[in-house]
């Protein structure tokens, strides 16, 4: 079983909408990130969180929330989806007592229309 | 502002034919730097982590290496297995910032 999973993995909406994406892990870590990549951008921080009661604005945080349900789920929401929303989101993780090192989830595809 | 840009964009290669890839970094008080490999409908997946110039690491085909203003990764002898787009990442503090990443192709 994969240590990082995200549900859903391709999801299509509408603008307006309201969009939870969701990641769990059994790796054991503390830390656990949302990025989202765009074709030529890379990768961009969204929100990060240390703990469960610790939570962080990334590069791009504006139009997401976060929520840390527990050390081993994180969940990003779209409070009200927009087309250039539209990319793939990763969530990633890390243990904070062994370095930096992220590990990434298979990511989730999402496009709004 | 805290930047990561790789060179080329894409890069195809011939089986066997060695070649290298370019990081280059602006991330002020730099803690590691680090290198992922990603396949097509897949997250990234870690390769290496290097934290001081002059410092090098290997796995099979790949070597990077770190100075103060840019990070390489060779790959020697490629095989078309080793098609990927490759990432490199610089952190500091608490923030990690990706480069848009080298496409490579290898051809047999």
């Known amino acids: 079983d994969a240590d990082v999973t995200q549900t859903p993995r391709n999801r299509i909406t509408k603008t307006g909408k309201r969009i939870m994406l969701e990641c769990s892990q059994t790796?054991?870590?503390?830390?656990m990130y949302w990025y989202r990549q765009d074709p030529g951008l890379g990768l961009r921080l969204i929100y990060y969180?240390?703990?469960?009661?610790?939570?962080n604005k990334g590069e791009i945080s504006d139009g997401y929330s976060v929520s840390r349900q527990a050390q081993a789920k994180f969940s990003l929401s779209l409070e009200s989806a927009i087309p250039n929303q539209t990319a793939l989101y990763f969530c990633?993780?890390?243990?904070?007592?062994?370095?930096?090192?992220?590990?990434f989830g298979p990511g989730t595809r999402l496009t709004v229309l | 502002e805290d930047q990561v840009t790789q060179s080329p964009e894409a890069l195809r290669l011939q089986e066997g034919e060695s070649s290298s890839l370019n990081c280059s970094y602006t991330v002020s008080g730099l803690r590691g730097l680090f290198w992922y490999r990603q396949d097509p409908g897949k997250g990234p997946e870690f390769l290496f982590t290097?934290?001081?110039a002059g410092e090098e690491k290997e796995k099979e085909r790949l070597k990077a290496t770190l100075t103060k203003k840019e990070s390489f990764l060779h790959i020697t002898a490629p095989k078309p297995e080793d098609s990927a787009t490759y990432l490199c990442a610089g952190i500091n503090n608490n923030d990690m910032r990706f480069g848009a990443g080298t496409r490579l192709t290898v051809k047999p």
């Open positions: 290097l934290y001081s």
């Open positions: 990633a993780t890390s243990d904070g007592r062994r370095g930096d090192t992220q590990y």
């Open positions: 969180s240390f703990d469960v009661k610790d939570i």
């Open positions: 790796k054991g870590h503390d830390r």
